[in-house]
């Protein structure tokens, strides 16, 4: 007989919930303090009952899934009630998913573990695990949204389907091993019963340990991957974010309306002048709807009753601010300059035995690679409401835990008295990692005594969140008898940003202190993605840590990005210089690596490669992007053969051809989205998301003048997914990685130009 055990979990009040069958709606679940004993995060609604950490099942028979993750228009709020759908035996109209509260029971642990340096004072002995669900890190970055949460999604479906196969057996008198459960019903013979007619009953049997895992693991085998061309097909999981999208009822952090609410537009201090000095409060008097003006040390806000007003009073203030200096492009190329010149280098990676004294002669280039914004359409915004000592707060954060200890510690109370609700984020790429905005609208929230909504213009945007680091590297490569290296040296002339974003993340110290305490320290995820995916026999990395005065973040693509585009150029460039085809060149050099040089066969014979003959307009790249682990089975794999020319209106890129290999492909649909909209955010970096800085404002501060990609400008897209059976790997960050040196190698053959910096048509 099956036993039973019951659950004591404290009440959670909710709002709608997304589901297959479009019920729409926003994601609102209130998020504060759990306690240590990690109780089931998703709380029984009425007519609910619970599945331990991960789902209810209601007697209407939907199926509600925990997302611990923050949907950011990547699919994640689909792609985990999937997995447990499947293992479940669920029917897909009647899953539904919302935001889990961050609890120990639902933590990140590989994201934990790799940014081990950034949390552990020894990262050695620390225990990621341990750390992970004490803190209640949950954070949504670097792509391990599968790695942590896949598994247990999928344990968690598995269980939940043998404890309604126990409600069914006992009910029926058969072994519960023996019953199907397919498509929301259990069956057994001639017996059949839905899930919601055994879910109460069945919410009291405790499911076998382990459980029970289908043969199987999920994977979407309704259509070949390797032929996208098919007219007409529609996914078995369609998005669950998607009806409510189209119908614009999904509530993003912009869209919250309370009772009584104010609006507030913010002035931050230029980069290198972050104190307020002085403003011209007469000047505001005559804006209508003004309500007050909230002052800190490093910025200003105006509140009124429209958000317009409130930015019409801050233009007519002219706030002014100070410090050491203000921040200049110029001077953070020559220290950039100097470092990797003269600057003292360590040593982050090595294979083999990398020498290059000797007489054989030594290939270099440099590439050097600008600063890069997020632009994600929705800018900052969050809603708060402070009343008798008690904080609530609205707002989309890829680390909700962080937030709401910093807003709780900034108005001076404490973490149990901050209630967060998590809203949807209208696109992100690492943005929502920062927590200024929210620290911002708690203070302004305790003072004005209403509830109020910050919303950063376009331009505070630009300037208040650290972009991707500027930096420059240098590779160099002795070459043996047919042109093949067999000595390679990266040097990476950078601040040590992932160092600095921990200080800030982990530490809570304001961007100026965070690059103080980093200042000068070696940085080995700075570097990520820096060494090659090739058969090199000595391989060294070097890390020239830089001061620039510039606050520096993470971005879609981070490091391996980075390290990408010089990586691949230079490898042509090796290719040229040995009178080779790039492709053959590089199958050469790729040695034992299976998975890339299948990926790499298939994308020239996709992408029509004519051997990049001069004038083609052709260019080649590939990546490989290591997952949480070293090993090889756990990494992703993209090729990409570009079109481009060289136009009136700058670069036209008119194709993009790649093979991707990202292992078992859990939903076709959504990996294709990931991989095409990372291409397209790969050709904005090639050509644009970039500003120089003038007298510390980013120049240009707006979309219009960073040369994004429109409609109009984007290139043909066609892709090929390879089928395979190893562990699912994220795609949202490949496209990004691979598109910029696939079409700067194809301005190579297109112009006979080399260009070695990013933006393409930056100004050396």
Request: hydrophobic share 45%; proline share 8%; with cysteine.
């Amino acid at each position: 007989m099956a036993r039973r055990k019951r659950l004591n979990v404290p009440a959670l009040s909710r709002r709608k919930l997304l589901t297959g069958a479009a019920l729409g709606g926003g994601l609102l679940v209130a998020w504060r303090i759990w306690p240590r004993h990690y109780d089931p995060p998703l709380s029984p609604g009425i007519d609910e009952f619970g599945f331990g950490a991960w789902l209810t099942v209601a007697r209407d028979g939907v199926v509600t899934v925990a997302l611990p993750q923050l949907e950011m228009g990547q699919g994640v709020s689909t792609i985990l009630p999937q997995i447990v759908a499947m293992e479940m035996g669920a029917d897909w109209r009647q899953v539904g998913v919302i935001p889990a509260p961050p609890s120990g029971a639902l933590p990140n642990i590989p994201l934990a573990e790799k940014w081990k340096p950034l949390w552990a004072s020894v990262p050695v002995i620390a225990d990621a695990g341990r750390f992970a669900r004490e803190s209640r890190f949950g954070a949504t970055a670097d792509g391990t949204t599968l790695a942590a949460y896949g598994g247990p999604a999928r344990e968690a479906g598995a269980a939940a389907r043998a404890m309604l196969a126990m409600a069914a057996a006992e009910r029926w008198g058969v072994g519960w091993e023996e019953c199907e459960v397919a498509g929301g019903m259990v069956s057994h013979g001639g017996n059949r019963s839905g899930f919601g007619a055994l879910a109460e009953s069945a919410a009291g049997f405790e499911p076998p340990d382990p459980p029970p895992l289908r043969t199987e693991p999920p994977v979407d085998l309704d259509i070949d991957p390797t032929d996208l061309a098919v007219d007409g097909v529609v996914t078995r999981y369609p998005r669950l974010d998607l009806p409510a999208k189209v119908d614009g009822s999904l509530l993003f952090a912009g869209d919250v309306r309370l009772p009584g609410m104010l609006h507030a537009s913010i002035r931050h201090g230029p980069v290198g002048l972050p104190e307020r000095t002085s403003f011209d409060a007469a000047a505001a008097g005559g804006v209508p709807g003004l309500v007050t003006v909230v002052k800190s040390k490093r910025w200003i806000a105006a509140v009124a009753e429209s958000w317009w007003q409130a930015e019409q009073a801050l233009a007519a203030m002219r706030p002014r601010f100070s410090g050491p200096r203000s921040l200049d492009q110029s001077a953070m190329e020559q220290r950039i300059d100097a470092a990797l010149a003269s600057g003292e280098a360590e040593r982050i990676a090595t294979r083999g035995e990398p020498d290059f004294s000797g007489p054989a002669p030594i290939f270099a280039r440099r590439y050097d690679i600008g600063a890069a914004f997020h632009n994600s359409i929705e800018t900052a915004s969050a809603t708060a409401h402070y009343t008798n000592g008690r904080l609530e707060l609205w707002l989309a954060s890829q680390a909700p835990e962080a937030a709401r200890a910093a807003a709780a510690k900034a108005v001076g109370v404490s973490d149990s008295d901050v209630v967060l609700y998590p809203m949807a984020a209208g696109g992100s790429f690492d943005a929502r990692l920062e927590r200024q905005h929210a620290i911002e609208v708690a203070q302004i929230a305790r003072e004005v005594g209403h509830p109020v909504q910050l919303t950063w213009s376009r331009r505070e945007e630009a300037m208040a969140v650290p972009p991707r680091t500027p930096l420059a590297l240098q590779l160099a490569a002795r070459l043996a008898g047919e042109g093949l290296p067999t000595v390679w040296r990266t040097r990476v002339a950078c601040p040590p940003t992932v160092r600095e974003f921990g200080h800030r993340l982990f530490d809570n110290l304001t961007p100026e202190a965070a690059i103080a305490a980093a200042a000068g320290e070696a940085d080995p995820l700075a570097l990520e993605g820096a060494m090659p995916p090739y058969a090199i026999p000595a391989v060294a990395i070097d890390h020239l840590p830089v001061t620039l005065g510039l606050p520096t973040g993470r971005l879609r693509g981070n490091a391996a990005a980075c390290a990408a585009f010089a990586t691949e150029s230079f490898v042509d460039e090796l290719a040229r210089e040995s009178g080779r085809d790039p492709f053959l060149y590089r199958l050469a050099m790729l040695g034992g690596e299976r998975r890339m040089a299948e990926v790499l066969r298939l994308a020239t014979r996709f992408g029509g490669w004519d051997g990049g003959a001069e004038g083609s307009g052709q260019g080649l790249a590939m990546v490989r992007m290591n997952g949480t682990s070293e090993d090889p089975e756990d990494a992703g794999f993209i090729a990409c053969v570009a079109e481009a020319r060289l136009g009136t209106g700058g670069v036209q890129v008119e194709r993009l051809s790649a093979v991707v290999d990202i292992g078992r492909i859990i939903n076709l649909d959504i990996a294709r989205q990931q991989i095409e909209g990372g291409l397209i955010f790969g050709l904005s970096l090639a050509t644009g998301s970039s500003a120089n800085f003038v007298k510390g404002q980013p120049e240009p501060g707006t979309l219009n003048g960073m040369n994004l990609p429109t409609l109009a400008s984007s290139p043909d897209i066609a892709l090929q997914f390879v089928r395979s059976d190893a562990p699912p790997f994220d795609p949202g960050e490949l496209g990004v990685a691979v598109a910029p040196p696939a079409i700067a190698n194809a301005l190579f053959t297109a112009t006979g130009r080399r260009f070695r910096r990013l933006p393409l048509l930056a100004p050396a």
